[in-house]
């Protein structure tokens, strides 16, 4: 079973940069995977951040392109550079991971989640 741990949210002011990792635990991890980043906002559906595969493929949200990057250290540690952050990326930011094929922006793909870490841009 997997568990995933997220940690570097904080309070940034606008123009600033954060990175969040991800962590990823247990006793089997996936031969193929996908490894997401969502976000949700108070009021709002959650909607994807930026994913990578097992093949080391990138996808972005439309509101992130150019400005978040996600990578990978290690086995199973997961980040994700935030620059030029704005009020608008205001969120809870959550990872989340799933094995097999065809990564896509669609929660209900994924089957292991994050806590969640907090993310203030003022």
């Known amino acids: 079973q997997v568990q995933l741990v997220e940690s570097g949210g904080g309070s940034v002011q606008a123009g600033g940069s954060l990175t969040l990792s991800c962590v990823a635990s247990g006793s089997t991890w996936y031969t193929r995977y996908c490894m997401g980043w969502f976000r949700q906002a108070p009021g709002k559906e959650r909607e994807g951040v930026a994913s990578?595969?097992?093949?080391?493929?990138t996808q972005y949200g439309d509101s992130v392109k150019g400005r978040f990057t996600i990578s990978k250290s290690g086995k199973n540690t997961f980040h994700l550079q935030m620059n030029t952050l704005q009020p608008e990326d205001t969120a809870m930011y959550y990872c989340?991971?799933?094995?097999?094929?065809?990564?896509?922006?669609?929660?209900?793909?994924?089957?292991?989640w994050g806590q969640g870490t907090q993310v203030t841009v003022s």
């Open positions: 989340a991971a799933r094995g097999g094929y065809n990564c896509r922006f669609v929660p209900t793909d994924f089957a292991v």
């Open positions: 990578v595969d097992s093949d080391g493929i």
